[in-house]
């Protein structure tokens, strides 16, 4: 059962915030999140290991919730790069990835 | 860094044959996957290997098998090609899921006619 992304997708003008979540039906080891450019490969962002972690990545940071099984990707002030479909993992001892949410950032 | 090469980037096949996909990763990982990426929904695992000759399977493992003979390859196989199985493969590795990210080839675009 594959992680459930919200939104499916987002459009932003560039300085402005997002976040995207990922919601899983089993217990969470742990979460990935990924970014993907057309025609590339997916590349790693960050990991999340324990409950309640919050890790962070330049102006990308995510959290998790190990009780709700939930984990949310935050992009602050966000750039054209940022542009792409996310990806989250949730890892139930198989890594599993969601639907992807496409993001695209404007001038 | 870790390099995950996958053998081909693009493959036509008709329907029926016996298909090959290889991947090779030189990190020494125990841990290779093979997923296929639709649109719309995301990235599904067919299978994953955790050692050499050990597989697994993912969410959607009928109509391919795999082979790990050797610790940095992963095959995967479509044993009799169908129209469905046209997709994007991505293989990718890891030390370990649990706390390791996956690092991904660059996919093989196959097309089944």
């Known amino acids: 059962q594959q992680p459930v992304q919200s939104p499916q997708a987002v459009i932003l003008r560039e300085g402005e915030d997002a976040v995207i979540n990922c919601s899983s039906s089993?217990?969470?080891?742990?979460v990935h999140w990924y970014r993907q450019k057309h025609g590339e490969a997916p590349v790693f962002l960050m990991i999340?290991?324990?409950?309640?972690e919050q890790k962070g990545h330049e102006k990308i940071s995510a959290s998790f919730n190990e009780k709700k099984q939930q984990s949310s990707l935050y992009l602050t002030a966000s750039q054209l790069s940022y542009s792409g479909t996310y990806f989250c993992?949730?890892?139930?001892?198989?890594?599993?990835f969601g639907q992807g949410t496409t993001l695209q950032v404007k001038p | 860094d870790v390099k995950v090469t996958q053998s081909s980037r693009y493959l036509v096949k008709r329907t029926g044959e016996k298909v090959f996909l290889e991947c090779v990763q030189d990190?020494?990982?125990?841990?290779m996957f093979w997923y296929r990426q639709d649109p719309g929904l995301g990235l599904r695992l067919i299978y994953f290997?955790?050692?050499?000759?050990?597989?697994e399977k993912g969410d959607i493992p009928e109509g391919y098998s795999v082979s790990r003979e050797k610790k940095e390859r992963f095959s995967l196989i479509l044993e009799s090609a169908s129209t469905n199985q046209t997709s994007m493969y991505l293989c990718?590795?890891?030390?370990?899921?649990?706390?390791?990210?996956?690092?991904f080839g660059n996919g093989t675009r196959l097309t089944v006619t």
């Open positions: 990718a590795s890891s030390l370990d899921p649990g706390y390791s990210p996956l690092h």
């Open positions: 990190m020494d990982h125990e841990n």
């Open positions: 993992g949730s890892n139930t001892g198989k890594l599993i």
């Open positions: 089993k217990a969470l080891y742990s």
């Open positions: 999340l290991l324990k409950g309640g």
């Open positions: 290997s955790y050692d050499v000759k050990m597989k």
